[in-house]
């Protein structure tokens, strides 16, 4: 793999895990428990979205081979994207979308503050932005986790169930691999092995304030950033979310 | 635990059956180009901490601020609408309270 393609993979994974989580945190819009937490992810399905624009245009960029980060958000298909499968998991109770959206930023925090530091201005830059929205995210997803984890023995009940179903694809956010291995070595990116000591520390600790026990396992669900075996929900997702440009192609406004 | 019932001021917690929702927070912003905390509205959350982010979710979108204050609705004590006159009529004809008889030089700026 040519170091171009290993970076359009990498971008393509950065990109793909913000547009399909942000996607996901976007379906609570007019449907969380309470007002206020419906604006906030809003917001943060809005941040992610903005990132994305920034991580698949630079994507575009590198391919160079004219596609815009419309078009690859909108025109590709399950096989294409190299999210996490953990973002494209379904929101559940709302206690599950916030133990996914934890799981998520706090491995995204560390991601974005090791690649500040990248050999790739361009790609240091767009890390620079988002880690200030998604420092914020993680302390809301943190504390809410704490609050439900710790809370009545019906929240805490459904919060160690939901760590229970994500916890198997906590693992795929730390495996390494070709691409991965060419990123670290011309400095882009930290092998994502390197940030599970920190990760385990942090979450940790975390889960211990909010009562809940970590599963006893490393089994980790792969093929999501690979994109060779995505969950079936992904496909589903990517229904309605293109279902405009499936309609009506090249439609515009 | 003596967690409030009333998330609204001079309303008596005692005797009152369980409220199932969050207390009630006034929230206020100082502006990017104001001078004090103006008040923007309220919001419910479980404890400070959670009104200070929601108040930054619900009130900051759209860069309005850059420092939030939270306060619980029931903290605050409130004049009664009923001793409008007695509070407000007796300055109304005091016109000398009021500092336009000087001239205030441009450089001095916003008093």
Redesign the interface.
């Known amino acids: 793999m040519t170091g171009q393609a290993a970076l359009f993979e990498f971008l393509c994974r950065m990109g793909d895990n913000t547009l399909i989580l942000g996607h996901r945190v976007g379906e609570w819009c007019g449907h969380a428990p309470?007002?206020?937490e419906d604006?906030?992810l809003a917001?943060t399905a809005l941040d992610l979205i903005g990132q994305t624009q920034m991580w698949l245009g630079l994507a575009g960029e590198v391919e160079a081979q004219g596609r815009s980060a419309d078009d690859l958000a909108m025109l590709r298909d399950v096989w294409d994207f190299r999210n996490l499968l953990l973002v494209e998991q379904p929101n559940g109770d709302f206690g599950q979308t916030m133990m996914r959206q934890y799981l998520f930023d706090s491995w995204h925090l560390l991601m974005l503050r090791a690649l500040e530091g990248s050999s790739d201005d361009r790609v240091a830059a767009i890390a620079a932005k988002s880690v200030k929205e998604v420092s914020?995210h993680v302390?809301?997803s943190g504390?809410t986790v704490i609050?439900l984890g710790d809370g009545t023995s019906e929240s805490h009940r459904r919060m160690q169930a939901a760590l229970d179903l994500l916890w198997p694809y906590v693992g795929e956010m730390f495996a390494d691999d070709a691409v991965s291995a060419e990123m670290a070595t011309a400095g882009i990116a930290p092998e994502p092995s390197s940030l599970r000591p920190a990760y385990d520390e942090t979450v940790g600790a975390l889960m211990a304030e909010a009562t809940l026990v970590l599963p006893d396992s490393r089994f980790a669900h792969t093929g999501g950033k690979t994109g060779t075996r995505h969950t079936e929900h992904l496909g589903h997702l990517l229904t309605q979310m293109q279902w405009l440009q499936r309609a009506y192609p090249g439609a515009t406004w | 635990m003596s967690a409030p019932n009333s998330a609204y001021p001079d309303t008596p917690e005692a005797g009152k059956p369980k409220r199932h929702e969050w207390p009630l927070w006034e929230v206020f912003i100082r502006g990017q180009h104001g001078m004090s905390h103006r008040h923007v509205g309220s919001l419910h959350a479980p404890d400070a901490e959670m009104a200070v982010k929601n108040a930054r979710d619900v009130y900051t979108r759209r860069n309005e601020g850059v420092s939030i204050w939270v306060v619980e609705a029931r903290h605050i004590a409130a004049s009664s609408p009923s001793d409008k006159g007695p509070l407000y009529e007796p300055s109304e004809s005091k016109v000398y309270r009021h500092p336009t008889f000087f001239d205030i030089p441009d450089d001095v700026g916003a008093m």
Do not use: M, T
């Open positions: 309470v007002l206020e604006i906030a917001n914020y302390e809301r504390d609050g």
